[in-house]
């Protein structure tokens, strides 16, 4: 039998606000799922932009192979074979409610049959959501099938229930609206059963507590204007004034996102895996869960079951770029290289923007560039750098040819 498959995103959705000792939301559904099947809590993000990040989910590519690179003004390269397909080739139906920039137009709707790009008004608090969760009550959705719902309730400007809006359900905005959105999340898991596979997980983490113009105006006057006035004229993206939002450099906060797995039969319940894994391995993932049958498709990503199934993988790195629409000049641009223990930084398209190396163990929070101080790092992490640019630049010359 065909299992179902429906495939959670929760936009700007961190790891460490799902899990540990720094979160204060209240997430009973979510730590519910937890225990429901296998979680990893070493994930890491492609991107830290939407478009590029839910490409590489659909497709286990890096932006560089795929073609969307940022937010806007990239399209998903023809040749491509995404998820949706794969699942349309093995006889699904597939769905998609997407919302944000997720446009069509890029070609992440390649192979969804049913693909909704529904307004930023129409969220978990309007009549889209309640019709949405009719759809499963009445079970109006054409089996087998997999279905792809993109939440936007985190992403600025956050929404939430008024009555989640206090310090019982949060330290800030963030985590209330994380509070109110799991509340609503237990609404549609109550009507998936256990032999669903659910896959949850986040296209990019996100920078907060968010200074909030209004109160800071209040509070500060021209201060502040004069504050983010001189964060625009900042060339170093690392000097920017980023109060909060997403999309601007690769730190842990905004690249480690959570990623879960259930299905009963197939993920092991309350599972907890920390090695470093990538957001471009859940398709392969998927792909060999559920048994879909593909034609050698060429990804960058690896199936995550043999971890699953309690057997040991290399360690890999996972490739990260910074590339979203604060950052409209190509030479502002990051990436990184993450080990598990460290990660190495730069700017790609230009030379005046120093490299950085942090001890992610001595360093979480990433404030010390030790770059000067382990060279012998720098340079193993450079190659690798260079070995992918290098690839990027073979994408580029493929693509050329073919024009």
Not at 16 to 34: E, Q, V, Y
Not at 159 to 174: C, I, W
Not at 193 to 198: L, M, N, R
């Amino acid at each position: 039998m065909k299992r179902n498959c429906l495939f959670i995103l929760v936009d700007c959705l961190r790891a460490d606000r799902c899990w540990g000792k720094n979160k204060t939301a209240k997430t009973p559904n979510i730590d519910m799922l937890s225990r429901r099947g296998t979680s990893f809590t070493q994930a890491i993000a492609t991107t830290t932009t939407t478009s590029p990040s839910v490409a590489s989910i659909l497709t286990g590519l890096y932006p560089f192979a795929h073609g969307v690179r940022s937010l806007y003004g990239y399209k998903l390269n023809s040749d491509i074979t995404t998820l949706a397909e794969v699942f349309a080739q093995n006889g699904y139906q597939t769905y998609a409610e997407v919302t944000g920039p997720l446009m069509p137009q890029i070609g992440i709707s390649k192979g969804f049959e049913h693909y909704y790009l529904r307004d930023k008004s129409e969220n978990i608090y309007s009549s889209w959501y309640s019709d949405l969760l009719a759809k499963f009550k009445k079970k109006q959705l054409e089996e087998p099938y997999f279905m792809f719902i993109h939440f936007f309730e985190l992403h600025l400007p956050r929404h939430l229930a008024k009555e989640y809006d206090n310090n019982h359900f949060g330290n800030n905005r963030y985590e209330r609206a994380l509070s109110s959105f799991d509340v609503q999340l237990g609404k549609l898991l109550d009507y998936i059963d256990e032999d669903t596979v659910i896959v949850l997980h986040s296209d990019h983490g996100e920078k907060f507590p968010e200074i909030r113009t209004k109160e800071m105006l209040l509070k500060t006057g021209s201060y502040f204007l004069k504050l983010v006035k001189l964060g625009r004229k900042l060339k170093k993206p690392r000097e920017k004034l980023h109060f909060s939002g997403h999309g601007f450099h690769v730190y842990d906060y905004l690249i480690r996102v959570p990623l879960i797995f259930a299905g009963k039969g197939i993920f092991p319940e309350d599972t907890w895996i920390s090695d470093q894994v990538r957001q471009i391995d859940i398709f392969p993932t998927i792909v060999e869960a559920l048994g879909l049958k593909h034609d050698n498709i060429k990804i960058h990503g690896r199936s995550l079951l043999p971890l699953i199934k309690g057997q040991k993988l290399p360690q890999v790195l996972a490739y990260s770029e910074a590339c979203g629409s604060a950052l409209r000049d190509k030479s502002n641009w990051l990436a990184g290289i993450r080990t598990p223990k460290f990660k190495y930084v730069i700017a790609p398209y230009t030379t005046t923007i120093p490299d950085a190396l942090y001890d992610l163990e001595k360093d979480p929070n990433e404030k010390k560039n030790i770059a000067t101080k382990r060279p012998d790092i720098v340079q193993e992490l450079r190659q690798k750098l260079q070995e992918i640019k290098k690839a990027d630049e073979a994408a580029k010359i493929k693509r050329k040819l073919k024009v």
